[in-house]
């Protein structure tokens, strides 16, 4: 067995045993259920608490507009705003006061919502949208046109545009550009998180070794270079065991958990679905069975060989310069000066993958996408709306290339700063570094 193949195995299993990274793995996808099943459960669920609005109505044109219900309860009152305001006091006897002190259909500022504490979106949205529909018909009655009411509503059209792929072999596969997002997103943040935190996971190990004079003990028997590359594959393969168990687990705990409240979930849909008149195709199309129809739709054994090809590179390529920061210092406050330029082309990937998205064949996505500094990011946001190939195999052989060239410098800058003690390192003492 290798010396480099030993390094790797004593980090690999070192880390792996730890307490923190067993909780973690196992705590996590717990989490990321959590986000997905824990929102659906709660939109089933009815909001108990009624909320109640004085109305001030100086027209007495909205009385029959704004009408109580489950959700919402209108008291009409005759009194000033101020009385109001004062009666209330600090007992919250209502949610909010709304001053109606004109016709809205002349002046559309006319009515206005006040609260001691912030109104919520839902009231604000509930109450405009009662108020705009009946502004609405007035403004239509006033044109004293016969069925002009019933000739907006059939006017009215909401087109949405199914996208379908095209397959090498003619197939047709329903596609779906808000899925391919979500996809290229996640993808991209995953190996954004995963980047920061096995990075410095290898800069933090080599100061530790390096302050408590392990290394010396270890130099003597392995070469400098051996021992970096040892430590970052081995903390590669850790950062992929641990994705790799949290897609599954995440899979089979979210699948457990809808099976259990699923059902539930559906069946409260299913009834608020049919008493607005849209039947079983509309709870169809939001089913669990049409997200993984829309999956087909898509390579995905195509996006995850990327997603790791990309995921290794990107990390070898940062993990090999926080190797070689690690090795310039003495301590962990030391490495800011070194650390933060090579943390900034990181968060600016992430930003350009966010604007990405919306334009992935856009002059930013292409260029970031082959910038090896950036490209593991982006490119994975464009991976699920199709790259040409020849793109792919630049962007990747200028990332192979590039970490090539890194590692080669970040081994001669560890090979002389693993074994300097008491010397505070510059920029410029690094350069002499790599001309050595």
Not at 160 to 179: A, F, H, M, R, V
């Amino acid at each position: 067995m290798s010396k480099i193949t030993l390094i790797i195995k004593r980090e690999y299993t070192t880390r792996v045993m730890k307490k923190s990274f067993i909780i973690l793995t196992f705590l996590t996808p717990l989490l990321f259920a959590g986000m997905i099943t824990v929102p659906l459960w709660l939109a089933s669920l009815k909001d108990t608490n009624k909320k109640h609005i004085v109305v001030i109505d100086k027209t007495a044109m909205y009385r029959k507009v704004l009408k109580s219900n489950e959700s919402y309860i209108f008291d009409f009152v005759d009194k000033p705003a101020e009385e109001v305001r004062k009666d209330n006091g600090d007992n919250k006897d209502f949610t909010a006061l709304l001053l109606i002190r004109g016709d809205l259909s002349k002046d559309s500022k006319a009515a206005t919502l006040y609260s001691r504490e912030q109104v919520n979106m839902e009231l604000k949205t509930y109450i405009s949208g009662l108020l705009n529909n009946y502004v609405e018909q007035q403004k239509l009655a006033a044109y004293n046109i016969p069925n002009l009411k019933q000739m907006v509503e059939n006017s009215r059209t909401n087109i949405d545009i199914p996208t379908i792929k095209w397959g090498n072999d003619g197939n047709e596969q329903l596609g779906s550009s808000e899925l391919a997002l979500v996809i290229g997103m996640i993808s991209a943040f995953i190996i954004y998180m995963f980047i920061v935190i096995y990075g410095a996971q290898v800069m933090a190990g080599v100061v530790q070794e390096k302050t408590s004079r392990i290394v010396e003990v270890i130099i003597s028997s392995v070469k400098p270079f051996e021992l970096m590359m040892g430590k970052i594959i081995g903390i590669a393969l850790v950062g992929l065991t641990q994705i790799f168990l949290w897609v599954l687990l995440t899979a089979t705990i979210s699948y457990l958990v809808n099976s259990f409240l699923g059902t539930t979930i559906n069946l409260n849909a299913l009834n608020e679905a049919n008493q607005a008149g849209m039947g079983v195709q509309a709870m169809h199309e939001g089913s669990i069975q049409n997200l993984f129809h829309l999956l087909k739709g898509f390579d995905l054994l195509k996006i995850l060989s990327f997603f790791i090809v990309y995921f290794l590179g990107g990390y070898l390529l940062y993990a090999s310069l926080f190797a070689a920061v690690g090795s310039a210092v003495d301590s962990e406050t030391d490495t800011q000066q070194f650390s933060l330029p090579l943390t900034l082309p990181i968060i600016f990937a992430i930003y350009a993958a966010i604007y990405s998205a919306q334009n992935p064949d856009g002059p930013l996505a292409l260029w970031c996408s082959m910038i090896p500094f950036t490209s593991p990011i982006v490119m994975m946001v464009r991976l699920p709306f199709g790259v040409p190939f020849w793109q792919i195999v630049v962007s990747l052989t200028i990332l192979v290339l590039s970490f090539i060239g890194t590692t080669w410098m970040a081994g001669k800058i560890y090979r002389t700063g693993i074994l300097m003690y008491g010397k505070k390192v510059s920029w410029k003492e690094l350069w002499k570094w790599l001309r050595y």
